[in-house]
């Protein structure tokens, strides 16, 4: 159950890192979301085939694609939030 808790804090983090702003470049969410290339390649893909990722070029002719969160995927962030608050004060007894 671990791993896969870990797991998705990795896409919760990606998706949160991508959401701020209007694109990010693979290095940059490796860097905000702390995760190695191992890591990060499977989860990035992962998101874009579920939609909750855009995979975008702001050139044409551009090198690196960009990244940034759907609608979906700030829906799911919002929702993962609002359950661990919710546990969180279930655990403290709130």
């Known amino acids: 159950m671990k791993l896969w808790r870990n797991r998705i804090e990795w896409l919760i983090a990606i998706l949160q890192a991508t959401s701020k ?6 290095t940059h969410v490796q860097s905000v979301a702390n995760l190695s290339s191992a890591d990060l390649y499977p989860a990035l893909k992962f998101l874009v085939e579920k939609d909750l990722l855009e995979k975008f070029y702001q050139k044409r002719k551009a090198k ?13 962030v919002r929702l993962y939030r ?5 546990l969180a004060m279930e655990v403290l007894g709130v």
């Open 82 to 86: 609002e359950v661990e608050k919710a």
């Open 21 to 26: 702003v209007e694109g990010l470049k693979v």
């Open 64 to 76: 690196f694609p960009l990244y940034r969160t759907t609608e979906e995927g700030k829906r799911i």
